[in-house]
């Protein structure tokens, strides 16, 4: 098992300011590290949850929107976007096929 300690160190002078000695202090902060690294990870999938649709996994409206506001600060110039509203996924599903059908 892999330990994380913290370390300080000073130096011990005598009366004339002569260094005479080094203090050492170490103490385990392995559980520390540890409790912060779990709460990163767990931060890291709360917010994927939040930018994600729960069924797909894919980006939803939050992520979209803090895509194109970066964007909008870049250097790439202009840009575009198309945004499609499907109600009723099985009947454009269908017209689709159709229109497919028929090239």
Not at 44 to 52: P, S, V
Not at 54 to 81: C, K, V
């Amino acid at each position: 098992m892999v330990r994380t300690y913290l370390s300080l160190h000073g130096p011990i002078a005598d009366d004339a300011s002569t260094v005479i000695g080094v203090i050492s202090v170490s103490t385990n902060v392995t559980a520390e590290v540890s409790a912060e690294a779990t709460r990163h990870q767990a931060e890291d999938l709360r917010l994927f949850i939040a930018q994600h649709d729960p069924l797909t996994g894919l980006p939803g409206r939050s992520a979209l929107i803090e895509h194109l506001n970066a964007l909008a600060f870049t250097e790439q110039g202009p840009g575009s976007l198309l945004l499609v509203d499907i109600d009723d996924s099985s009947s454009s599903t269908k017209a689709w096929d159709c229109l497919r059908a028929t090239r």
